[in-house]
């Protein structure tokens, strides 16, 4: 089994014991990084920090690419391979005599399959990387590459003579077939991107971060529940991967201004997403933007709003219980300070408060509870557990009835008020006898 490794200080003698024999049987050295001079471990971690300003697009061939991503092949038992170059967004004159894709077998692992397999892990990084085509050149007198390229599905495109170099070039372009209109992989790319410059180690970001991928995760579960086609599949998970987007800045912004938290974070979300574009980075298509916009504006409202189309309506309903089915794993596993925060003394008033008799009434008549309703810190996990009240899906009771969610979460607070200790007794047998009529 081979893999790709980016190229870091940990691979230095490896790297140097392939480079020494690559030299050593005279042939020529691709990809270009490793002509780069390597006499010692100085000059290699040069070209780790050279690999890794070309993916930042920080190089010296701007007429030819924007960005290369430099990986080293390795095999299970830690030999190195060989190496590989995939270059994005190729200006014309890259298109004609470079190449999307670069990549070498040391010598002594030649004729032996590697070449093959390692351009098929190339096109399928390719494909992840949302590149709808690839273009491959090679030297006309390179036989092993052409049977090679031509066995992965490459299409020829004729001949070419560049000036520059005076050889001819043979060129290639290999079609992936992705979705064109959905790409799952390059959206979550865009996502790490996105939050890469937002705290992982304040626990409210990190939590939001594992939410948005558990709430993919449980919509794709719904939808193929729901036996929905791929397409459909997708733009929820989409939808999932993008519906929270509004509250990193939101949470950042809480620790200097306490009043941010009362934002709308679906509102501000496609404030985000339609400022400078940002959904189209996400998404090139715009023709499930409306789906989007409204399935996010409609994931935290007390109910969905009127007159959507039947498709919207579904995408609504999909993450709404998506994201409820995470707000309860989220409020057994994680810490009760992460996902409030902002809330001073937030245990302690969990453990002491009252709930508000219109909250615990509204809870008894099996209603969800509105926000402008919540006076206590109590009365707010009320409203989580009241959840279950919106549930669309018998596919989502089923699991809160199977996790046992009700009486995990109402068993998490040690209440020290008597009277609240009470009620939450009744409000665990409201609502687990609710949810077992519901799965019926």
């Known amino acids: 089994m081979l893999r790709f490794e980016k190229i870091a200080s940990k691979y230095y003698s490896k790297y140097m014991e392939m480079l020494t024999e690559w030299k050593n049987y005279d042939t020529s050295l691709s990809p270009d990084v490793l002509e780069l001079p390597c006499a010692n471990e100085y000059e290699y971690k040069t070209i780790v920090l050279v690999a890794e300003d070309a993916e930042n697009g920080i190089h010296n061939y701007k007429d030819w690419y924007e960005k290369c991503y430099y990986y080293l092949v390795l095999n299970d038992q830690d030999r190195l391979l060989g190496a590989v170059a995939i270059r994005t ?10 190449g999307n894709i670069s990549y070498g077998i040391r010598p002594s692992e030649r004729r032996k ?5 390692v351009a098929n892990m190339v096109i ?17 007198e390179d036989g092993a590459s052409r049977r090679i390229l031509e066995s992965a599905g490459a299409i020829p495109m004729g001949v070419l003579l560049p000036e ?16 064109e209109d959905i790409n799952l992989d390059k959206a979550i790319e865009t996502f790490k991107e996105y939050i890469k410059p937002f705290d992982k180690n304040d626990g409210a970001i990190y939590l939001k971060v594992i939410h948005t991928y558990h709430v993919m995760q449980f919509s794709e579960n719904i939808a ?3 036996k929905l086609k791929d397409q459909e599949i997708n733009l929820a998970k989409l939808i999932a991967l993008l519906h929270d987007i509004g509250r990193f800045e939101q949470y950042t912004a809480i620790k200097t201004d306490p009043s941010k938290k009362d934002i709308n974070h679906a509102e501000y979300g496609i404030k985000v997403l339609l400022e400078n574009s940002l959904i189209r980075k996400f998404i090139a298509t715009d023709k499930y933007d409306e789906i989007i916009k409204k399935a996010i504006l409609n994931h935290n409202k007390y109910k969905i709003e009127e007159g959507l189309s039947e498709k919207e309506k579904l995408q609504c309903e999909i993450l709404r219980d998506a994201d409820k089915l995470d707000n309860f794993r989220i409020r057994e596993e994680e810490k009760i300070e992460n996902f409030l925060p902002g809330v001073q003394d937030v245990i302690k008033k969990l453990t002491t ?8 009434e509204d809870f008894l008549k099996h209603k969800c509870i509105k926000l402008e ?6 009365d707010y996990w009320i409203c989580v557990l009241a959840f279950i009240f919106d549930l669309k899906f018998k596919s989502s009771i089923k699991y809160v009835l199977e996790k046992d969610y009700i009486t995990k979460l109402i068993d998490r607070i040690p209440y ?21 009529e519901r799965e019926e």
């Open 353 to 360: 408060e009252n709930i508000s008799d219109k909250v615990y």
């Open 124 to 140: 399928n990084k390719c494909k992840e990387m949302g590149m709808n085509e690839i273009i491959a050149c090679h030297d006309v």
């Open 164 to 179: 520059t170099f005076g050889k001819r070039i043979y060129r290639y372009i290999i079609k992936t077939n992705i979705n």
């Open 373 to 378: 309703d919540r006076k206590t810190v109590i």
């Open 416 to 436: 020290q008020n008597e009277d609240t200790k009470k009620k939450m007794e009744e409000i665990k047998k409201c609502a687990n006898e609710y949810l077992k």
């Open 113 to 117: 399959g590697y070449g093959k397999a």
């Open 224 to 226: 193929q529940e729901l």
């Open 89 to 98: 967004n190729l200006t014309q004159y890259g298109k004609d005599f470079l």
